[in-house]
């Protein structure tokens, strides 16, 4: 069974750091162009941050730059994203997803583009 399961989701204060973890199983991510994305309440889901680690091509959405980071762990099976300085507007369902490699990190992010996506984990940031 094709599966992706998001964790690392929390309640934390503005200005604090989480990292989420995507675990793939039944399919290796390091063949996939894996994306991390979020739905706050009322929203559009947003591509936040998309990787292709066969490339090492890395897209980050404006709202993201310079605070989240993605990485990948190939003997994990495992993309990570790093969340740092946390803002209010951080807030919602964050979502991992999987598309093939002929879609680029910035089509998938933008276009939010995904043949896998996973159940999300909720990122709450207050005081």
């Known amino acids: 069974q094709l599966q992706l399961v998001e964790s690392g989701g929390g309640l934390v204060q503005p200005g604090g750091s989480l990292r989420l973890s995507c675990a793939a199983s039944?399919?290796?991510?390091?063949?996939?162009?894996i994306g991390w994305f979020r739905q706050a309440p009322g929203k559009e889901r947003e591509g936040v941050s998309c990787?292709?680690?066969?490339?090492?091509?890395?897209y980050y959405a404006d709202s993201v730059k310079g605070r989240f980071t993605i990485s990948g762990d190939n003997a994990k099976n495992t993309v990570y994203l790093q969340i740092n300085s946390l803002k209010s507007d951080d807030t919602a369902v964050y979502y991992c997803?999987?598309?093939?490699?002929?879609?680029?990190?910035?089509?998938?992010?933008?276009?939010?583009?995904?043949?896998?996506w996973g159940q999300g984990t909720q990122v709450t940031v207050s005081l």
């Open positions: 039944g399919f290796t991510l390091d063949y996939y162009v």
């Open positions: 997803a999987a598309q093939s490699t002929i879609t680029s990190v910035q089509h998938m992010c933008v276009f939010k583009s995904a043949v896998y």
């Open positions: 990787i292709n680690s066969r490339e090492g091509r890395t």
